[in-house]
């Protein structure tokens, strides 16, 4: 499986934007749909954006489209989200996920085959 790590969490206040990264390392990177996903404190970890092997498409929980956008750059072998407009109702753990195999749908954890070790985003009010 390919290692994950991410960066870019932080502290930031309603309306703000913060911007994720995610470098993978260990396998071919091309060969794996990746996504986001969170979890919130006492909630369950949620699907929140994926996309596909070459970038050519993309999918968004309905609570983060028209304000999250996910990228890569397969040659830097890293993900990304834009996080813009934020919400307090954002605040969660931001896990990088990769797809189990090259032709999952990544769209619950249970696609999920490599996770990243999680960053921090609180959005204050």
């Known amino acids: 499986q390919v290692q994950l790590v991410e960066s870019g969490g932080g502290l930031v206040q309603a309306g703000d934007s913060l911007s994720l990264s995610c470098a993978a390392s260990?396998?071919?990177?091309?060969?794996?749909?990746m996504g986001w996903f969170r979890q919130a404190p006492g909630k369950e970890r949620e699907f929140v954006a994926s996309?596909?092997?070459?970038?050519?498409?993309?999918y968004y929980t309905d609570s983060v489209k028209g304000r999250f956008t996910i990228s890569r750059d397969n040659a830097k072998n890293t993900v990304y989200l834009q996080m813009n407009s934020l919400k307090p109702e954002d605040t969660a753990v931001y896990y990088c996920?990769?797809?189990?195999?090259?032709?999952?749908?990544?769209?619950?954890?249970?696609?999920?085959?490599?996770w990243g070790q999680g960053t921090q985003v609180t959005v204050s009010s």
């Open positions: 996920a990769a797809g189990k195999n090259r032709w999952v749908v990544l769209r619950t954890t249970q696609d999920v085959g490599s």
């Open positions: 260990g396998r071919t990177f091309s060969n794996y749909v």
């Open positions: 996309i596909s092997r070459d970038g050519g498409g993309t």
